[in-house]
Nanobody, 124 residues
Framework: QVQLVETGGGQARAGGSLRLSCAVSGRTFRNYGMGWFRRAPGKKREFVAGINWSGGSTYYTDSVKGRFTISRDNSKAVVYLQMNSLKPEDTAVYYC?????????????????WGKGTQVTVSS
């Protein structure tokens, strides 16, 4: 059974930082791309960042470029999302997901397992 567990959410002030972690079990982690998504109150879930199997290719949605960094540790089967210069509009539930293939994509349909999410709240 594939399981993804996100940790590291919480509250931060604008301009602050948080680091999210997502531990994966039940699948050979190093073979698959990973993604982070988020759902803000009243909005659809959106793609935030993706990383390929090796960590050599990453992609970010425009609103987080230069502020967020996705990375992975294949020896630990963990993917991270370092979030700096946080803004109130980053407030959302953040989800990690494992791709059906080795790369990342922005489409939710290309990910087949998801974590339950972790809340991030940024105050001004």
């Amino acid at each position: 059974q594939v399981q993804l567990v996100e940790t590291g959410g919480g509250q931060a002030r604008a301009g602050g930082s948080l680091r999210l972690s997502c531990a994966v079990s039940g699948r050979t982690f190093r073979n698959y791309g990973m993604g982070w998504f988020r759902r803000a109150p009243g909005k659809k879930r959106e793609f935030v960042a993706g990383i390929n199997w090796s960590g050599g290719s990453t992609y970010y949605t425009d609103s987080v470029k230069g502020r967020f960094t996705i990375s992975r540790d294949n020896s630990k089967a963990v993917v991270y999302l370092q979030m700096n210069s946080l803004k109130p509009e980053d407030t959302a539930v953040y989800y990690c997901a494992i791709s059906k293939g080795s790369s990342w994509t922005a489409g939710e349909y290309t990910y087949d397992y998801w974590g339950k999410g972790t809340q991030v709240t940024v105050s001004s």
